[in-house]
Protein backbone atom coordinates (compact mmCIF):
# COMPACT_ATOMS: atom_id res chain seq x y z
CA UNK A 1 0.00 0.00 0.00
CA UNK A 2 2.70 2.32 0.93
CA UNK A 3 5.10 1.33 -2.47
CA UNK A 4 1.58 2.27 -4.20
CA UNK A 5 1.01 5.70 -2.85
CA UNK A 6 4.80 6.17 -3.19
CA UNK A 7 4.49 5.53 -6.58
CA UNK A 8 1.69 7.82 -7.35
CA UNK A 9 3.39 10.97 -5.22
CA UNK A 10 6.41 10.44 -7.65
CA UNK A 11 3.89 10.27 -10.93
CA UNK A 12 2.00 13.63 -9.39
CA UNK A 13 5.42 15.12 -8.67
CA UNK A 14 6.71 14.18 -12.12
CA UNK A 15 3.70 15.73 -14.44
CA UNK A 16 3.86 18.71 -12.16
CA UNK A 17 6.99 19.36 -13.00
CA UNK A 18 7.06 18.21 -17.08
CA UNK A 19 4.01 20.94 -17.31
CA UNK A 20 6.19 23.53 -15.80
CA UNK A 21 9.19 22.43 -18.41
CA UNK A 22 8.96 26.37 -20.26
CA UNK A 23 10.06 27.90 -17.14
CA UNK A 24 13.52 25.95 -17.46
CA UNK A 25 13.57 27.30 -21.06
CA UNK A 26 13.18 30.99 -20.60
CA UNK A 27 15.71 31.01 -18.48
CA UNK A 28 18.35 29.35 -20.06
CA UNK A 29 17.49 31.01 -23.28
CA UNK A 30 17.28 34.85 -21.08
CA UNK A 31 21.17 33.23 -19.68
CA UNK A 32 22.47 32.41 -23.05
CA UNK A 33 21.25 35.95 -24.16
CA UNK A 34 23.28 37.58 -21.35
CA UNK A 35 26.53 35.40 -21.80
CA UNK A 36 26.77 36.79 -25.47
CA UNK A 37 25.54 40.25 -24.70
CA UNK A 38 28.50 40.47 -22.71
CA UNK A 39 31.17 38.55 -24.92
CA UNK A 40 30.24 41.22 -27.93
CA UNK A 41 30.02 44.44 -26.06
CA UNK A 42 32.62 43.63 -23.09
CA UNK A 43 33.17 47.71 -22.99
CA UNK A 44 29.87 48.09 -21.83
CA UNK A 45 29.46 45.09 -20.53
CA UNK A 46 29.04 46.23 -16.41
CA UNK A 47 25.86 48.50 -17.11
CA UNK A 48 24.37 45.67 -19.68
CA UNK A 49 25.31 43.09 -16.91
CA UNK A 50 23.58 44.99 -14.12
CA UNK A 51 19.75 46.07 -16.74
CA UNK A 52 20.11 42.22 -17.79
CA UNK A 53 20.71 41.18 -14.06
CA UNK A 54 17.78 43.13 -12.82
CA UNK A 55 15.26 41.71 -15.11
CA UNK A 56 16.79 37.93 -14.73
CA UNK A 57 15.98 38.44 -11.18
CA UNK A 58 12.69 39.23 -11.56
CA UNK A 59 11.64 36.97 -13.97
CA UNK A 60 13.36 34.35 -11.83
CA UNK A 61 11.95 36.15 -9.00
CA UNK A 62 8.21 35.32 -10.23
CA UNK A 63 8.72 31.92 -11.45
CA UNK A 64 10.13 30.90 -8.03
CA UNK A 65 6.74 32.67 -6.53
CA UNK A 66 4.65 30.60 -8.83
CA UNK A 67 6.34 27.36 -7.94
CA UNK A 68 5.97 27.98 -4.15
CA UNK A 69 2.45 28.30 -4.55
CA UNK A 70 2.18 25.19 -7.03
CA UNK A 71 3.97 23.35 -4.57
CA UNK A 72 6.43 20.59 -4.84
CA UNK A 73 6.84 17.42 -2.74
CA UNK A 74 10.37 17.21 -2.41
CA UNK A 75 11.08 21.21 -2.06
CA UNK A 76 9.90 23.62 0.71
CA UNK A 77 7.59 25.94 -0.54
CA UNK A 78 8.02 29.06 1.90
CA UNK A 79 11.93 29.13 0.71
CA UNK A 80 10.46 29.42 -2.43
CA UNK A 81 8.02 31.79 -2.15
CA UNK A 82 10.52 33.69 0.07
CA UNK A 83 13.25 33.44 -1.97
CA UNK A 84 11.15 34.68 -5.23
CA UNK A 85 10.31 37.80 -3.18
CA UNK A 86 13.14 39.21 -2.36
CA UNK A 87 15.04 37.98 -6.10
CA UNK A 88 12.02 40.08 -7.30
CA UNK A 89 12.56 43.12 -5.08
CA UNK A 90 16.65 42.62 -5.40
CA UNK A 91 16.04 43.16 -9.27
CA UNK A 92 14.18 45.99 -8.76
CA UNK A 93 16.62 47.78 -6.76
CA UNK A 94 18.96 46.89 -9.49
CA UNK A 95 16.92 48.04 -12.19
CA UNK A 96 16.23 51.35 -10.29
CA UNK A 97 19.73 51.92 -9.60
CA UNK A 98 22.22 50.43 -11.70
CA UNK A 99 24.99 51.98 -11.20
CA UNK A 100 25.03 51.83 -7.24
CA UNK A 101 24.15 48.16 -7.50
CA UNK A 102 27.45 48.18 -9.56
CA UNK A 103 29.60 49.89 -7.13
CA UNK A 104 28.31 48.47 -4.07
CA UNK A 105 28.26 45.12 -5.05
CA UNK A 106 30.77 44.76 -7.31
CA UNK A 107 33.25 46.49 -4.08
CA UNK A 108 31.68 44.26 -1.48
CA UNK A 109 32.08 41.30 -3.98
CA UNK A 110 35.82 41.84 -4.37
CA UNK A 111 36.28 42.61 -0.66
CA UNK A 112 34.63 39.06 0.14
CA UNK A 113 36.62 37.09 -2.43
CA UNK A 114 39.95 38.68 -1.15
CA UNK A 115 39.33 38.21 2.67
CA UNK A 116 37.97 34.41 1.19
CA UNK A 117 41.56 33.78 -0.35
CA UNK A 118 43.73 35.21 2.57
CA UNK A 119 41.87 33.31 5.26
CA UNK A 120 42.17 29.88 3.02
CA UNK A 121 46.22 31.13 2.73
CA UNK A 122 46.73 31.40 6.83
CA UNK A 123 44.52 27.56 7.31
CA UNK A 124 46.69 26.22 4.81
CA UNK A 125 50.21 27.35 6.44
CA UNK A 126 48.74 26.35 10.03
CA UNK A 127 47.03 22.70 8.94
CA UNK A 128 50.02 20.77 9.17
CA UNK A 129 51.76 22.55 11.65
CA UNK A 130 51.17 20.73 14.65
CA UNK A 131 52.21 16.91 13.72
CA UNK A 132 52.58 14.02 16.50
CA UNK A 133 52.47 16.00 19.22
CA UNK A 134 55.40 18.01 17.20
CA UNK A 135 55.98 21.42 15.87
CA UNK A 136 56.38 20.67 12.50
CA UNK A 137 55.92 22.96 9.43
CA UNK A 138 54.91 21.45 5.73
CA UNK A 139 56.85 23.34 3.49
CA UNK A 140 54.06 23.29 0.44
CA UNK A 141 51.22 24.20 3.01
CA UNK A 142 53.67 27.37 4.14
CA UNK A 143 54.25 28.54 0.44
CA UNK A 144 50.72 27.75 -1.13
CA UNK A 145 49.39 29.36 2.09
CA UNK A 146 52.24 32.65 1.26
CA UNK A 147 50.98 32.57 -2.15
CA UNK A 148 47.26 32.65 -1.52
CA UNK A 149 47.82 34.99 0.94
CA UNK A 150 49.50 37.36 -1.33
CA UNK A 151 47.14 37.10 -4.07
CA UNK A 152 44.08 37.60 -1.62
CA UNK A 153 45.83 41.28 -0.62
CA UNK A 154 45.92 41.77 -4.38
CA UNK A 155 42.61 41.05 -4.99
CA UNK A 156 41.43 43.23 -2.03
CA UNK A 157 43.68 45.98 -3.40
CA UNK A 158 42.09 45.79 -7.04
CA UNK A 159 38.81 45.48 -6.79
CA UNK A 160 38.43 46.98 -10.73
CA UNK A 161 40.88 44.03 -11.95
CA UNK A 162 39.01 41.14 -9.88
CA UNK A 163 35.56 42.77 -11.21
CA UNK A 164 37.13 42.40 -14.95
CA UNK A 165 37.81 38.89 -14.40
CA UNK A 166 34.49 37.64 -12.86
CA UNK A 167 32.67 39.60 -15.40
CA UNK A 168 34.46 37.19 -18.13
CA UNK A 169 33.93 33.89 -15.86
CA UNK A 170 30.51 35.03 -15.63
CA UNK A 171 29.75 35.27 -19.41
CA UNK A 172 30.97 31.94 -19.80
CA UNK A 173 29.04 30.72 -16.65
CA UNK A 174 25.95 32.17 -18.51
CA UNK A 175 26.18 30.69 -21.58
CA UNK A 176 26.98 27.08 -19.93
CA UNK A 177 24.33 27.53 -17.69
CA UNK A 178 22.10 28.62 -19.72
CA UNK A 179 22.42 25.94 -22.70
CA UNK A 180 22.35 23.19 -19.44
CA UNK A 181 18.94 24.62 -18.36
CA UNK A 182 17.20 24.38 -22.44
CA UNK A 183 18.65 21.20 -22.71
CA UNK A 184 16.72 20.17 -18.66
CA UNK A 185 13.77 22.27 -20.11
CA UNK A 186 13.34 19.82 -23.30
CA UNK A 187 13.76 16.87 -21.68
CA UNK A 188 10.88 17.79 -19.24
CA UNK A 189 9.20 18.13 -21.98
CA UNK A 190 9.57 15.21 -23.23
CA UNK A 191 8.61 14.01 -20.22
CA UNK A 192 5.01 15.71 -20.73
CA UNK A 193 4.67 14.31 -24.00
CA UNK A 194 5.15 10.86 -22.60
CA UNK A 195 2.37 11.10 -20.21
Known amino acids: ?53 GIYWIVDGVFSVIEGVRGHAEKSRMWLFVSGIVSVLGGIF ?13 SILAYL ?16 RDKDGEKHWSLWGVIMGILYILF ?3 VISHPVATMVTLTWLLTVWAIVAGVIAIVMAFRLRGLAASK
Open 1 to 53: MKAATDNQTEQMTKEALASLWWMPLIRGVLLVLFGFLMFIQPGTTLLNLLWFM
Open 152 to 154: GLF
Open 94 to 106: ILGNPIVAGIVSG
Open 113 to 128: IGIAIVISGIMMIFAG
